[in-house]
């Protein structure tokens, strides 16, 4: 195909991005992030049937769980798991140690917590190509990494993350959808 003769068109690359987590009262350091998956939706279906005939149509547009990977490191101030498990104290979880613990986990603490994610994918240059927001981002699961003898892996953080919705920028001030709230990306 004669398009990819020009110098001046870069294919997106997958290495290169930035994801920010910043938190009310902690945050992931960008270095430390090994790799995220980028938003995705899903519409519903309904169908009507019609004699011999099956009709379809759109329904309810479900956003679904984002997914990152935090290497995790031997340091006081950048340690992964230090990082979740402030984000999960945060949100308001608490052992019960006595009668009176009654705090409980909340959507609101749990977004202050987890602070406005954002992922901008970079060119060759740095400069910035496209940006993503998550709404109302928070912790579903976290998984600690597996410890194995036999391994001189990295050990890493999984962590999942769920959101009401998501907001794409692209280059020259394009916004989609066109009415979504939120700081600019790019």
Avoid: C
Avoid at 133 to 147: P, R, S, T
Avoid at 151 to 163: A, F, G, K, Q
């Amino acid at each position: 195909m004669t398009f990819w003769y020009d110098s001046q068109i870069q294919p997106k690359r997958a290495y290169r991005f930035l994801l920010s987590v910043v938190g009310a009262n902690n945050s992931i350091k960008q270095f430390l992030i090994k790799k995220v998956s980028k938003p995705s939706f899903t519409i519903s279906e309904s169908e009507h049937k019609y004699l011999n005939h099956t009709f379809y149509y759109p329904g309810k547009v479900t956003w679904n769980e984002v997914n990152f990977t935090i290497v995790d490191v031997v340091d006081d101030q950048d340690n992964g798991t230090a990082a979740v498990m402030k984000m999960l104290e945060g949100s308001g979880y608490r052992i019960p140690t006595t009668n009176g613990e009654l705090s409980t986990v909340s959507k609101e603490k749990s977004v202050q917590a987890l602070g406005q994610i954002t992922i901008r994918q970079i060119d060759s240059d740095g400069r910035n190509v496209e940006g993503w927001a998550l709404h109302n981002a928070w912790i579903k699961d976290v998984k600690f990494g597996e410890l194995d003898y036999s391994s001189e892996e990295m050990l890493n953080v999984d962590v999942t993350v769920r959101y009401d919705n998501a907001y794409f920028e692209g280059r020259g001030g394009v916004r989609l959808p066109t009415n979504a709230k939120g700081p600019n990306l790019l």
